[in-house]
Structures are given as structure tokens and as C-alpha cells.
């Protein structure tokens, strides 16, 4: 298929790499050129802005920041291809592009989960077209699920996860605080946490938060903190309060104001035990 | 060995049995005597007060429901007799116990897991009379975390896994009100979880929100709130604030107070859900 | 002085009869046009757009709900009127509006104030602006502050006024609530908070809240939300976390949910009742 | 009348002075001898232990830091003195000591008010003690409200009021932070906050926070920490939840482990300004 692959960052460029790998044409842009000149090498033609990208491509794919760099990036595409939004972008911006031929499909997954195929996509939008892309996707990720024909619901799905996630940081950071400044081993504390949930996810931030290895960042706390403010935007339009959300925001807001947006965002464990007085490896 | 086992309800009961299965002598006192006299058809003595079943006991197991039920029934235990708390109490009182022959073990598992021998026991004490109770940890456990030589280290670590644990059914309960309000098939929103965090417990809880089957509680929303506040309780001791646990003291409590202190306390979702303005199955 | 003002609700009518009385000539426009013509007999010339009202007005007042009422009713006005913006609108939509000639102008005060002319004036933009309005801000209010050249700041202070009003809405509630669950007499209660703080604003939002007379609203829930939600995006924009703000929006948001958006929004301290399990007088 | 004062710290001995001063005969304790020595020169007998201090007193007036100290210092009264209870302490201790002769009447007003004749006494109690008591009240404050026959109830009042205290400084403490931090001029929000609310609380925390002059604590954080904790320890036995004052325990709690417990409780808004990334006059 002639792809166009928008957004070649730490995320997009794996994923570009994996539909070249499986055969597919694909054209890339991304605004700092270099990132996608990368991907020369393996096949892929470099294009000059996103519109050229996707002057004759069957499929454009958006992978990129935030919701001002889809919108710029994704106007004046060519009325015939098809959109794939694969961002963690808002409600309100899925909601808008739908009025032209567009699917969302939001990926679960760090850039070593996009390099190794294991992203989890949230894929929704006209049968039709989710068909026509199911190729793609299956290029990209391990499992597909299917939210429904409305787009947006697949990034109302992507941003309740990522809230999942963040709150989980929230409450390992809380607790490892409580059980450091008690004195209890924190070895000790993660082997039961791991125990009880039997969940790698829990254990590979437990290590992480346990160890303090916040830099480089997997996935940068000003990202959390954007994404916590998309799910409470989401939110508050349906009328639904989350003050478990609320906490989140006021806390990556701190983490972020103290410097430290450019940690992982699991670094809010830090913020949090720097709370509770304790000295921190990496700190203040 | 010869055992004492006070406090045989939904969780004392399947322990005491197990203990008799692996060929202890157990004597068992229960305030509500009834449900001491069902053990005896399977070997246990049943003792008219603690002290009366401790007598002779080279150990002596509580199992009870909070710190008075504690301390009521064991003060005036025999000195000889080693006491081995398996209870959820405070950190204060497990801190005043050791002040006898005493080593905590309390442990993480609903009633199904004590009947299945599937406990997980956190244990902490003396090195010696760990070793002491180490056959009895077996014949109720699939596993044993020992914390340190301080008991109430092992207390401290099992509030802080309560209060992962109740920490995830409020994220749950939250966005789980989202998807619903929003119209996104909570099934769908569900199977993303799962895949996220691949973990039986989520799976468990995420399944009785989608159902909203909160009776019969499998852990009730008292004991819900009696938990987190000793949570509080210890992490204010030690100087940590905890928000996510104050928040969910503030929800815990307010469900008790609208009258679902009995339901289980995943019915936290049920709370947010109608704060969200929507009708739930067993609704208020 | 020719004035135009956009906006006769139940603030802006009461206002433009100000204007009228203290001899200028007014040409009010509203969207519903009957409560426009109410101030035909007091002398108002009656506009069928913002734009003709504004024709060759000096200065162009706005009073209107919301972001979107204002962006809609001022653009298109002629470039040569001042626009005096008194509405409580986003820092962002101020910020946006200097580009043109403007000054920002919000108040303090009920519906009765601003019929007694006892508004209170929070003014900023350009100093030559705000001279040739004061004589309009005179007529207007009891007392004008002004904050500084830049016209946004103005409607910071604004929403950081109403979010502490708010924040003592919800301080009254919680209190209340404890008090009356007591059986501690709240007339009591409501002695006490009058001594310590000697304020109008306390005396006058505790006697409605020991009343619970909710309805007609002052000024309603779900524009509480609005303004906390405002106060929370110019907050997040600065990177200044509002713990306070957030709880406020949380419960603003299930109190609306809730279907109570028309109370007034002191029935914030009702939703605070109902869930410390309390009957109240227009309960749910 | 003769009067046992127990307790003559900075609230106390300005009270114990005015007692002298209206003319009864008083004798004074204090675990720190010196403090109670310099009430001598001014007529105070100085006794060596609360009990030798109430040994022939009609009234024992005990104004201490915490129920500790009050459970310490009135263990072994003589049964025939009335115990009037000035100090903040828990609505449970108060509930106990309803066992004897007792009525509480604590106070609203610092150390200069308190010096100054001005305290305002919540008293409550068997209305024969009370009338008892009323010219001591009189010789103490400005004011006294009679809150009922249950001496607790006074207490659960001044928790109360502590908390709507304390819950403005939260307020004032997020919205400075907002408004300097986006250059704001202090002053003039100060100034809208005094035209609002006209209130001499709030001008006065108003200024102490706009001049960042926490220290000498009028009111130390570690105290209110305590009172806030107080509140909802009352709150949690009657079944209401105050988020606001979680809150305000999660703030304390935090600016008390980070080394701030000695300043002044207003100094919550320094801990709410560095949360910003502001840099504060006597900073971390």
C-alpha cells in the first residue's frame, strides 16, 4: 500500500520503519527533517511537508505530539486518502476530523514496544475504512480492539488508560514514600506489590521508581501532564468528575513547574517523596 | 505443634481448617461461638475465651477484625505461648506487641484464596520465632515475604498493598464512569485494561465493576475505610502525605455514610458513576 | 457620552439603566431582544445587531455569559469604539482582544449591587482607555481598582476573586455539614463564623446555606463551574497548581451532573450534606 | 473567686493576668516553672503540680497544648472544683472528661487578643456550671456564645472554626501564588480581596502572606496540622467528608516534613507558592 507516515519522533519512526519492513510504499515527514531522512536509508521517500507526503498515498498516518501539530500537519490533506490517527490527541480534535475520511487508532506502548511490533491499538471509525487500514495495523502491534464506529471513542479509550497508568505512578510513589521514610526495604515492599498484581507493568515502573532511574524518559512528564489534562477535558465535557485526575494534574502541574518535565513521568514518585521530606537521589 | 486460633470468620474459618489438614492441634475461639463449634467436626477444640484456648498453645493465631478486637482478646495470653498476628491492624498496636513474644504475618488474599491455601503472607519478627511459625505459614500460604525483624513492618507493608489496591478500584471507578457516560462500550474499555495490565487483579475488580455485582461483598466497604485510615494513620506518623489515600478516605467514607458501608468496596465505582449522574443497577 | 452595551441580562440591564440615568445615551443589544426592549422606556435605543448598536458609539460595553457570547457579539465591531469588556471571560480571550482597542472591566457583585450601583470595578488596559471610561466605571460601581496596563490581568483578578468565594462555599459546606450531623445548633455554628470573620459576604452566603434557600439563584452552579474552570485553565497555562480550585471543579462538575445547575451556587454546601448522608430541605 | 490556672504559655498567661487583674484569687502551674513565676510578681501563687494548684480552687481552668498534656494535667482533680476547659482538644477527650464537673470553653484569638481582653469563648456545659464560670468568661473575652449543654459540642464548634481558618489560607495562599506568578501586583488583589470580603481575618493573613512574614509563628503550622487532623478525626466519627480540610492535612503534613512546622500556619501559602516554581523570601 502507498503510505503517508506523518511524525517520525521517538514513536513514529519504529512504526514507519515496521511498514516498510512489511512492504509497504511509505512516504515520511517530519518538521525536523533529519529524523525523517533516517529513514531514507531503509526505503522510505522523504517528503517536504505533509501534503506532499500524501499526494498519491492510500493511507496517512499521523503520529505526533499533541493536538496543534495534527491540526497543522493534517490541512489540506488530499480529499481521497484516508487518515489514520495514531496521536494521543483530544476528544474534540477526533471529533472534528471525522468529518472527513478518518479512523482513530491510538497506540498502547513505549518506542521499544513500537520497534518491537507489541503496540496495543485502539482502532475506531467506519468499517470500512478500519478494514481497509487493518493491514497496517497489523504491521504495527500485537492486538487490535475495535471501540466502535465513532473515532473518538477510540481516544476516549487511549486517554482512560493513560489515566490508568498515571494514577498508578500516583499511588507506587505514594506508597514507596511512605514505606522509605518508615524504613521498610523497598525490595521487600515491590516484591509484594508484584505478588499481588503479577503485572509487568507494575513491575517495570516498581523497578524504575525503586532504582530512581527517571532520565532519559520513556515517556516525559510534560507529555503526563498533557494527557491527564486531555482525559479531564474529556471528562468534564461529559459531565463526570474525576478526582483521582484532578490530583494528577495538580501534581505533574508541581512536578513540571519545579523543572522536571523532561523526566520520565514516573518521576512523580520523586515530587512525592521529596513531599515527605526524604532525600531523593536525583532531587531537588 | 499445638495452636491457638482466635477469630475463625470468612477468613479465620478456611485458615484454622487448613491448619488442621497439615495435622496441628488447634484449639479455636470465636465471640460468636457458633462459628468456632462448625471447626469441630474437623478436630479443633473450641476454648471459651482466648486465654482458655492459648493455654498450652506453643502458638497463638488472631485473626480478628480490628485493633480492639485485638487487643481484647489478647491481652492475658499466656507469656510462654508466641503470638502470631495475621490481622489488618494498625501499625501503633502492632508496634506495642512486640513488646511480648510476638511476630506479625498478616496476610493478602480474599476468603477463596485462605480456602485455597493461596495466601500470600507478609511476615516480620524475631528471626527465631519466624522460623518457629515458618510449618504454619506454609499450611495457609502459597508464598512468604519475610519484611525484617520488626513486626510491625509486615502491618505497614500490608496497608500500603491495601491501599494500592483500593487506589486502583478508584481509577477504575472513575474512568469506567467516563466510558460510560460517553457511550463507549465498557466492555471494549475493559479488554484495553487487560491488556494493559495483564494482571488477574484488575481483570477481577474490572469485571465486578462492569457487572456492578457489589453483593455479596467479598471485602466490604467498611473494612475499606478502616484500612485506609490506618493507612493514614501510619503515613501521618511518619510525616508522608498521602493524597490519592485521602481522597479515598473522603469516598469511602461518604459512600459508608450514604448506607453501602456493607456492599463490597469496589462499589467505590458505584459511588463515582452516580456522582457522574448516572443510574447504576443497584443505584441509590 | 454614546455608549453601546451588548449584553441586557441580569447584570447588564440594571447597568445600562445606570448609564442611562446618570445621562448618557445607551443603545443596548441582547440576543433574546424582549429584555433589550425593557430599557426602551427608560430612554435605550433599541440595536438589532452588537454591530448597529455599536454604529458610532464611543465606547462598546460587553456583559455577556461566556467566551463564545463575547467573541461572537464583538467581532465586527468599528475599529474607533472602545470595547470595554466587564463580562467574566477566559485570560486567554483577553489577551486576545488587546489587539484592538480595549480595556477589561469585570466586577464584583450580585444582581441588587449593580442595581444599587454598589459594583466593585477591577479595570486594566492602556491608561489613556481607562481614563476616558472612568466617568462610565463611576456610574457603575461604589469603587474602581485598577490593576495595571495590561487588560487580561483585570480578569485574572477576576476569577482569583471568585475562586476564593467559591473555596468559602465549600469551606461553609464542609463545616455545615459536620455541624449539623453533630446535632450542633448551626445558628450556633453560623454566631461563631460571624464573630471570627466579620464579613457580609460569610454572614450573607451562611444564612443562605443554614436556610438551604438555594433557589431563585444569585448566581448559578453551572456558572460556578465556568469561572473554577476558568481559574484552573489560567492557572495551568502560568504552571500554578490550585489543589483548592480542582477540588472545587470535582465537585461543581457532580453537582451539575447531578442536575442541580440552576441552584444557586452556594447548594454546593447541599451536595456536601448529601454526602455525609444528611435529608436536605430540597434534597436530591 | 479562686481560681487554678494550668497552663500559662503564650495564650495562658496573658489570660491568667487578666483573671488577676478582675480582681480573683489565682494560682498558677506550668510545667515549665518559669513561665508561671512570672506571674507571681503580679499576685499568682505558683503551685508546684496541677493538683496543688485546684486544691482549694472553685474552677480549674486548663489551657494546654494537646489532649496529652490536658489528660496529664487533670488526672487526680478534686472532685469538688468545676474543670473548665480552655484548650483545643479533641471532641472524644472532651466526651470523657464530661464525666466530671466540666464544661469547655475554648477560645477564638491569638495571644495579642488574648492579652488584650478580646477572645471569643464557645462554652459549653450543665448551664448551673456555666453561669458558675460566666464572670471568669467575662474577665477573659469580648464575647461568649453559649452552645449548649454538652460540653463536646464547643469543641466540635472550635474545630470548625479552626478549619474555616485554615481553609482560607489554603484559598489566599493558591490565588497569590496564581497572581504573582503571572505579575500580578500583589497589592492590588489584596486590595479586591479587602473589598470583597471586608473582613479583618483576611486582611490580616492578606498582608502577613503578601509580605511573606511567617516568622515569629503567631500560630504555629505544627499546631494547625494538629487541629486540621482534630477536625477530621471528628468528621470521621460522625461520617462526613471534608475533602477541603484532606486537603489541608495532605499541605500541613507536607510543609511540616519539609522542615516548616515552627512558622507561621499562613506559611501554607509559601509551600502553594514554591509548588508554582516561585522563588519565596525565606524559600526552601
Known sequence: M??????????????????????????????????AEALAAEGARVASSPQEAARDAEVTISMLANDAAVERATSGLPSETIHMGMSTISVELARRLAAGKYISAPVLGRPDAAAARKLWIMAAGPAA????CRPLMEALGRGISVIG????????VKLGANFTLASMLETLGESFALMRKAGVPIEKFLEIINSLFQSPVYANYGKIIAEEKYEPAGFAMRLGLKDVNLALAAAGAEGVAMPAASLLHDHYLAAVALGRGDRDWSALAQFLAENAGLRTVRGA
Do not use: Q, S
Not at 30 to 35: A, D, G, L, P, S
Not at 129 to 132: A, G, Q
Open 129 to 132: 475504512l478500519l478494514e481497509h
Open 149 to 156: 464506529d465513532e473515532p473518538w471513542k477510540a481516544n476516549m
Open 2 to 35: 502507498k503510505i503517508a507516515f506523518i511524525g517520525t519522533g521517538n514513536m513514529g519512526a519504529p512504526m514507519a520503519r515496521n511498514l516498510l519492513l512489511a512492504g509497504h510504499a511509505v512516504a515520511v515527514y517530519n518538521r525536523t527533517r533529519e529524523k
